[in-house]
């Protein structure tokens, strides 16, 4: 399972989801800034149809599914805990 969480420092919303990871230490999670990172934008938005942050990006044998919402993502890393 590969995952990689694209985010901003500005959102509010992704600082929600940045402030759990910290308590999930065996969840491993790839961060990818967007506005740092212009080339992560265009993955967003290539990969999920939109460039909206938070979004978890979820590998898992080579299926991909994008999720979007941080009271979403932070369930579902908490689940993986």
Not at 48 to 69: A, T
Request: charged share 20%.
């Amino acid at each position: 399972m590969k995952l990689a969480l694209y985010y901003y420092d500005a959102c509010p919303f992704c600082q929600r989801v940045l402030h759990v990871l910290p308590s999930l230490p065996a969840v491993q999670v790839e961060l990818k800034n967007t506005l740092e990172q212009p080339a992560f934008r265009e993955e967003l938005i290539e990969g999920g149809g939109k460039p909206m942050v938070p979004c978890l990006r979820i590998e898992v044998d080579e299926q991909v599914q994008w999720m979007y919402e941080s009271l979403d993502i932070i369930a579902y890393l908490q689940s993986l805990a």
